[in-house]
């Protein structure tokens, strides 16, 4: 077995090739339940985001139960009467609130015919690559983060954006609308934004506030917590739609297949869009943890979590045209992978520089 340190490079490796494989799974999996055709389901996307959402959400809160991850080393306590719980809570838990946003919004903004699947999942991620090195800045100057940022992560950040701004202009020849130019998109895309730009700084900060004497590896304390809290969420809000739509009658073009999903399932179909989407749940563990990495600048972080997406993402699209006749992967897409790669590359130089700069720090 390939055994790794915490915080060394082959457990980045570990972490980003356990990413790619459950990414390709959710991406296939995406693209065949929201296809047509013989055999093919052709569900709305708000009916794969409720059976998607529940089996995911469901399967990462059940692990960390099980495991009792929830139970956390905290550097002070808080005493409310009779009950006692770490601080750490009280950041943790609005993180989590975040993560019930982003995963919504995330399925909402590929259910707008105002832009595609492709051109919404890299906006997405262009998003967050931002949002990392902005964050870092922040809390460089804050002195909350006691390292610098490589020029080499500053130029795969260049070259990530060259690759998905290519993707959103090509998408002007497509049929599909600009999607700036549309305020249900703007309104989603800004809930997405907020909910993970919050998201990620709490996150750096729990990892770069950590005290030495406290355990490192508390990064499954915070998943587990965040990972109630969002799933808690997820699913008081679903039944306060669910009897809103049940008592009044509500219908609208996304609640009302949200809400038949549950009051009346799709034949032959429902159970198996559940048991595929559990791949997501197990991505949202590679990706926390990713995220989260020993050592690393949050624009680090978020280049190796969003570049791996993006490549995984590719691969999906050419698995689905070579199995399932989809869509056949386009100049732009190909020249835009040139570009991730290129990306990486500057990645893998600044790795290099970091492991190195960590084993110095350990040294003395």
Known sequence: M???????????????IGYFIFYIIT???????????????????MEYLFYSTASSTLL????????????????????LGKISFPSEFLYIIPSGICTAIVIPTTTLMYSFGA????VAMVIMRGAV???????DAIQIRQGILHKKVYQEENIAIVFALLAISIKVLSSSGNGKANPFTSLPVMIIFGSYIIAYAI?????????????????????????????????????????????????????GERIMPFANSFFHPIAGWWY??????????????????????????????????????????????????LAFSGKKPIIVDWISLIFILTAVS??????????RELALNESR
């Open 60 to 79: 990462a809160t059940s692990v960390v139960l099980f495991l009792k991850w929830y139970r956390m080393e905290s550097v002070k306590r808080i005493t």
């Open 272 to 321: 198996w869009a559940m048991i595929f989407g559990t791949a997501f749940g197990v991505v949202a563990f590679f990706s926390v943890f990713i995220f989260m990495f020993r050592g690393r600048t949050a624009t680090f972080a978020g280049l190796v979590n969003r570049l791996t997406s993006l490549i995984a993402g590719t691969v999906s699209t050419l698995i689905f045209w």
């Open 2 to 16: 390939w055994r790794t340190d915490e915080g060394s490079t082959g457990r980045l490796i570990q972490l980003c």
């Open 115 to 118: 832009i595609s699947v492709m």
């Open 27 to 45: 991406g296939l999996s995406v693209k065949f339940f929201l296809s047509t055709g013989i055999g093919r389901p052709g569900m709305n996307g």
């Open 129 to 135: 690559i931002v949002i990392g090195r902005i964050v």
């Open 199 to 251: 998201r990620i700084y709490i996150m750096n900060y729990y990892k770069n506030t950590r005290p030495k004497n406290v355990k490192f590896n508390n990064n499954k304390s915070f998943f587990a917590v965040e990972q109630i809290t969002s799933t808690t969420t997820l699913y008081l809000i679903t039944i306060i739609l669910l009897t809103i739509v049940k008592t009044t009658g509500w219908s």
């Open 346 to 355: 500057f990645i893998a130089v600044a790795e290099k520089k970091r492991s």
